[in-house]
Structures are given as structure tokens and as C-alpha cells.
């Protein structure tokens, strides 16, 4: 049974006469009734009474006509949801992130998007790279924001910039007032570690520079770690766009030697359609880090 078959079907009710839906339908009175014979022959029973002047339909007409209508007219109704996605009238976009580039990067994307498309809704998910991977592959968000590597399976990954880590201490911390600081000297440091892919970044680079960081506390909330820098617990090594702005009692020294960063991709999955919401968003996302960048000393890595 299709679409085009109800149509002609419902037209055909209607008026009542195969020749005046015919000449409505722009087709050949025969062609019509062909057509209504295969849909009687499919449903196993006649549809219309006929007769020389009219054609009324008959009890399994009757019940047909009214789930006809209801049919048509979800399918006019997916078809206008379709189009507002594609016009960005309407319609959801999900996207995943690691929590840093969620907090530091995606809120001022998110509003600009929100702006040119209020009607649109936008849902983010954070949580680890593995768990955005996850997320990506099963489709619950169109793409993700993850650290390098990659994690395995069907994605194409894009890198999207390179960013150098520095060191956070509290604003009267002896350190405070460098302009560079080697993380060798830092090895009878207490160090707070941010969870996930950038605490393993961090206890690479300190082993990398000779000593096994004492860790005083570890944590998943971005503002939580600033906080207990700020009140003295210990330093911590972020990435440069999560360390906060100047003020709020911590400050980002770099860091000498060699260099300690990591690398944002857009992760999606093999052969995904991009979706225009998405195409977008992926767009944005890259004109922020561009725009924090070069608010940001060193700028990053691209």
C-alpha cells in the first residue's frame, strides 16, 4: 500500500465518480481504477459501491477512509518536521563533550546558536572521551568534542586545536609571580588532579619530568578544582582554556621544558550524514576556539 494509492483512494471518495477524480488527479480514468483494484485486492475486500453515477464506498471503504486521512497527514507532518530540521525551523541537536571544553568553550556557542535558531533545541552531554565515543556511536548526539587519542572504533576524528596545559596555584603562592615555571620544581608540590583524560595527561608529564606527584585530592567538577586551589590545597595542571580568568584567587603560570598540551578532536561516526544543525555548530565551535585563542597567552596550538 502507498501513499499516492490513499491519495487517489481519498480523492476518489470524495467526489464520489472515478472520471471527476481522475480529471481532479490529472490522470486517466483507468489508471484510477487500476489503481483502486490493487488496493481491493491487497485489503481482500471492495471499497466502493459502484454505479452509474456515483461510487459510494462501502463498510471496508468506510474504515479505510478514516485511517487514510490519519496516514496522510502524519506524513505531511513528518515531512514539515523534516523540512524545519534542514531549515533549522526546528527540531533537537545533541552533541557530547568532555566537561572542560563544555564548561570553558561551548557555552558562548550554544547561545549564539540558540540565537540565530530559538527554535531549535540543543541538548549537550558531558562525560568522559570513552563515554562520548560511546555516546557518538549509538547515535545519541550527531558529534562529540573529545581528547586525543581517539578511542577505538567506527569514528572519523578531526583535530580541532592543540592546547598547551599550565600550571594553577593560588594567587599567594611563591610561584604565583613567575612568568614560567619548570615542572621539575614542582615535585614537593601537593597536586590536585582533574579526572579523566587530563589526569592522566598530568601524571604522565610530572613522571615525564622525574617525580610521582603526592596527590592531596582528585575531583570531576572543573569549579570545584579551581576552588581548592584558590584556598591553598595544592596546585593543579589544566588544560589553558579550563585555568580561570585573572582573579578568583588562582593564577596560570606556563610552563617551561618541554611542552605538556593536549589535542581536541570532533569525533563522529564513519560515513555519518552531517545533519545542517550540526554542520553549523561543528563551524561555531571552531570560530570560538579561534576567539579564546587569542585572548589567551601563547594562544593555542592549531
Known amino acids: 500500500m502507498e501513499l499516492y494509492q490513499l491519495e487517489y483512494f481519498l480523492e476518489a471518495a470524495r467526489q464520489k465518480h472515478f472520471t471527476r477524480a481522475a480529471a481532479r488527479l490529472n490522470l486517466a480514468q483507468a489508471a484510477l481504477s487500476e489503481q483502486i483494484r490493487k488496493l481491493e485486492a491487497e485489503l481482500g475486500a471492495p471499497l466502493f459501491q459502484r454505479g452509474r453515477r456515483e461510487s459510494v464506498l462501502t463498510a471496508a471503504g468506510e474504515t479505510l477512509r478514516e485511517h487514510a486521512e490519519a496516514l496522510l497527514e502524519r506524513a505531511a507532518a513528518a515531512r514539515r518536521a523534516v523540512a524545519e530540521v534542514v531549515g533549522l525551523r526546528g527540531g533537537r541537536l545533541s552533541v557530547g563533550t568532555v566537561p572542560s571544553v563544555g564548561a570553558c568553550v561551548l557555552p558562548g556557542v550554544v547561545a549564539a546558536f540558540r540565537e540565530r535558531h530559538p527554535q531549535v ?74 579526572k579523566g583524560r587530563v589526569r592522566e595527561a598530568a601524571l604522565s608529564a610530572c613522571r615525564g619530568a ?62 555519518w550524514a552531517e545533519s545542517p544543525g550540526a554542520r553549523e555548530m561543528r563551524l561555531m565551535v571552531r570560530e570560538e576556539a579561534l576567539r579564546l585563542s587569542a585572548g589567551v597567552e601563547g594562544g593555542l596550538l592549531t
Do not use: D, K
Open 121 to 194: 533545541e540543543v541538548v549537550l552531554f558531558e562525560g568522559t572521551s570513552e563515554m562520548v565515543a560511546q555516546w557518538v556511536e549509538g547515535g545519541r548526539v550527531e558529534f562529540g568534542l573529545v581528547q586525543m587519542p581517539a578511542p577505538t572504533g567506527n569514528f572519523e576524528a578531526e583535530t580541532l586545536w592543540r592546547e598547551p596545559f599550565v600550571l594553577l596555584v593560588a594567587e599567594g603562592h611563591p610561584l604565583a609571580g613567575r612568568r614560567e615555571v619548570g615542572l621539575g620544581e614542582c615535585a614537593r608540590e601537593a597536586f590536585l588532579l582533574y
Open 210 to 271: 622525574g617525580f610521582e606527584p603526592r596527590i592531596a585530592c582528585e575531583t570531576s567538577e572543573l569549579e570545584t578544582l579551581r576552588r581548592l586551589v584558590a584556598a591553598g590545597l595544592g596546585c593543579a595542571l589544566l588544560p589553558r582554556l579550563a585555568a580561570p580568568p585573572a582573579g578568583g584567587g588562582c593564577v596560570a603560570v606556563a610552563l617551561g621544558g618541554g611542552p605538556v598540551e593536549r589535542e581536541i578532536a570532533f569525533l563522529t561516526r564513519a560515513g
